[in-house]
C-alpha cells in the first residue's frame, strides 16, 4: 500500500514538474506567469521548468581544481546576482524614461510641423498656392521620426520587462 501512494506522489510530482509555464505582458506593463492564457495580455514565450534537486553535487571540469573541505567560506563573486539585476532595471528604467522622452518630442515637433514653412508653398497659375515637395518631405520625416520613437520605447519596455 504504501508503494503504489508513493509511486502515484512520484508521478504527480512529475506531472507537475513537466507543467508548461506562460510568460505574458499586460498592457499595463505587468509580468504574469501562468499555465493558461491571460486575457488582454501579449504571450512573450514560455518559461522552462527548473531541473530536479539533485542529492549529488555536479562533477567540476576535467583540469578545474577540487573545492576545499576546509571550513573557510568559498570566495565571494565580485559582483552579486542581486545587485547586478538591479543595475539592469535600472539602466532598463532609464531607458524606457528617455525613450518616452525623445517620443513626446517627435509628436510635438509632427504636430508643430503643420504648418508650412516659408519656401514650401508654389504658386498656382490661378493666384493660389499650394504645398510643394518641401512640405510633403518634412512632414514624413516627422512622422518617420515618431515611428522611430516609439519603436525605440517598445523596445525599451520589452528589455525593461525582460530585467524584471
Do not use: I
Given at each position: 500500500m504504501r508503494f503504489s501512494a508513493f509511486v502515484l506522489l512520484f508521478g504527480l510530482a512529475?506531472?507537475?514538474a513537466a507543467q508548461t509555464v506562460y510568460r505574458y505582458i499586460t498592457p499595463d506593463g505587468r509580468t504574469i506567469f501562468s499555465d493558461q492564457p491571460v486575457p488582454g495580455a501579449k504571450l512573450q514565450g514560455t518559461v522552462a521548468p527548473p531541473a530536479p534537486p539533485s542529492?549529488?553535487?555536479?562533477?567540476?571540469?576535467?583540469?578545474?581544481?577540487a573545492p576545499a573541505l576546509s571550513g573557510a567560506p568559498a570566495?565571494?563573486?565580485?559582483e552579486r546576482p542581486a545587485e547586478t539585476r538591479a543595475q539592469r532595471l535600472r539602466e532598463a528604467t532609464a531607458e524606457v524614461e528617455a525613450a518616452?522622452?525623445?517620443?513626446?518630442q517627435a509628436r510635438a515637433q509632427l504636430d508643430a510641423g503643420k504648418e508650412p514653412l516659408p519656401g514650401e508653398r508654389t504658386g498656382t497659375a490661378t493666384g493660389g498656392?499650394?504645398?510643394n515637395d518641401a512640405y510633403w518631405a518634412r512632414?514624413?520625416?516627422n512622422e518617420q521620426a515618431v515611428k522611430d520613437a516609439q519603436a525605440r520605447l517598445d523596445a525599451a519596455i520589452v528589455a525593461r520587462n525582460a530585467a524584471l
Open positions: 512529475s506531472a507537475v542529492a549529488a553535487p555536479a562533477p567540476a571540469p576535467s583540469g578545474a581544481p570566495a565571494a563573486p565580485t518616452s522622452q525623445a517620443l513626446a498656392s499650394r504645398l512632414q514624413a520625416a
